[in-house]
């Protein structure tokens, strides 16, 4: 997961039979009971009028139902067959069997919303994964074939193809940027099998980071929240697609999370073009910048953007001169304010097109131009953790000097720095998140190149916290320090 460190929030996605299913957006309708139980055409046009301006969403969601679909799949699932004597451990005469693995059918469901009408769906990754084909169920109750025609599970959206003799009915995509907190929303799914379910409410948050993944950028709503909804879209009050049911925090209520429209749009494209996602990537490291680290590496508190913590070598990044320590505060001229903004808006930009970057650095902003590459597959880097001991401890760490032996144990391209190989426990390092392992090579600004620097610059620190950039597992990320 280029690498950014945030703060993660457990969440659950729901489903029914083996699948994950997802969050259906709800809010409530209200609407007035006319009294009379036989009105003339006036009383009951002047019911209408009340009606449509106390809110009502019947006409609204008699529309949209026959955009909305309920997909099935049914997969083959290997599973390992207990052996007689692990079910009848007493029975000591059983003979010695080898356990057999198995095959059993799973089945599951979820929603989708049908965005054109020569038949393509737009739903969840998790409700088709690892599946070709699936059943469609229209509103009408008609059975069609689906065919996955790609997924993208970085974002868990995914995009099915349906046959059909006749233009289906489709939903319209809108602008999810144009949601404010307090709109109105409705979703339409198919919780627990029912189909063309209603709820409606209101969006709650918009840049919801919640520990799915490194694109995370969630509308948030007051959601009733049901197995079988996965999938299923959140309308605006214009009756247009602005979000994708996924996602729910587990035990909590009136909490729901959907994928803006707007993102779903670049990866619909690309899925219906080529069946897989292709992303920019500059070869950086970006982090969160809090209001400490910024004061230890003299950010001016009113600098905005993704603080970069690490670098490919022979990257993008690296061969046109961004360093470590730079804030990126602005890509193609679109400001960057966080660095999940800079990963979107890289990860948006056309693999071999120039990507002008301004940048903080050193009290001054300047403009580099990189050139976005294809994002690779995220790899997973081992490391060896014997480490030989030191006797050297500072802030409950013990240190030695980086050799090139350690340095190849712990899949470091680096030549210098120190290295630690033990964190006490409670101490001020272990709080911050320092692990055995990590190799130290800045304190605030200032390089560390072996232990009597690292001891020096600890000594020239004043105030209660300083930063250090660590590497770890051949990525660098800065993390503060409170003595």
Request: aromatic share 4%; charged share 20%.
């Amino acid at each position: 997961m280029i690498h950014s460190r945030s703060g993660q929030v457990q969440v659950r996605t729901l489903a029914l039979g083996t699948l994950t299913g997802a969050l259906l957006v709800g809010f409530i309708q209200t609407g007035l009971q006319l009294p009379a139980p036989h009105p003339t055409p006036a009383r009951a046009d002047s019911g209408q009028q009340i009606r449509q301006e106390m809110g009502t969403f019947a006409k609204l969601a008699k529309d949209l139902k026959p955009s909305v679909v309920n997909i099935a799949v049914e997969k083959v699932v290997l599973e390992q067959q207990q052996d007689l004597a692990s079910m009848f451990p007493f029975q000591m005469q059983l003979p010695q069997q080898q356990a057999q693995p198995y095959k059993r059918r799973s089945h599951g469901q979820g929603s989708g919303a049908i965005i054109s009408p020569d038949g393509f769906i737009i739903t969840n990754n998790h409700v088709v994964e690892g599946v070709k084909t699936c059943r469609v169920t229209l509103s009408d109750g008609s059975e069609l074939e689906g065919k996955v025609v790609g997924t993208d599970p970085k974002t868990d959206l995914a995009l099915v193809k349906v046959t059909s003799a006749k233009p289906l009915p489709a939903a319209q995509l809108g602008d999810s940027e144009a949601l404010q907190v307090g709109d109105w929303v409705m979703a339409i799914g198919n919780p627990f099998g029912l189909e063309a379910t209603v709820t409606v409410g209101v969006l709650s948050g918009k840049g919801r980071v919640i520990g799915a993944g490194m694109y995370d950028d969630f509308l948030q709503t007051d959601a009733s929240i049901n197995p079988g909804n996965s999938g299923g879209p959140l309308f605006n009050t214009a009756g247009q697609i602005v979000g994708i049911n996924t996602a729910i925090i587990p035990n909590a209520q009136g909490i729901g999370f959907s994928i803006p429209v707007n993102m779903a749009k670049d990866i619909v494209a690309q899925l219906k073009d080529k069946g897989h996602v292709t992303r920019g990537f500059l070869g950086v490291g970006v982090q969160p910048m809090t209001n400490k680290l910024k004061t230890a590496l003299n950010i001016p508190s009113d600098v905005r953007g993704g603080l970069i913590s690490s670098l490919v070598d022979g990257g993008p990044a690296s061969k046109a001169g961004l360093k470590v320590q730079d804030v990126v505060t602005s890509v193609n001229g679109k400001a960057i304010l966080s660095d999940r903004e800079l990963l979107a808006e890289v990860a948006r930009t056309p693999v071999g097109k120039p990507a002008d970057l301004e940048v903080w650095r050193a009290g001054s902003k300047r403009h580099v131009n990189v050139t976005v590459v294809e994002r690779p597959d995220d790899q997973q880097v081992s490391q060896s953790q014997e480490l030989p001991a030191d006797d050297t401890k500072l802030l409950g760490v013990s240190i030695r000097p980086l050799t090139p032996e350690i340095a190849t144990q712990l899949s470091s391209s680096s030549s210098d720095g120190v290295v630690i190989i033990d964190v006490a426990r409670n101490s001020p390092a272990a709080r911050a998140g320092l692990q055995r392992g990590d190799i130290i090579h800045k304190i605030n600004t200032t390089d560390v190149h072996n232990p009597e620097q690292f001891v020096n610059a600890l000594k020239s620190q004043q105030g209660d916290s300083f930063a250090l950039l660590i590497e770890r597992q051949g990525s660098t990320t800065f993390l503060t320090i409170e003595s």
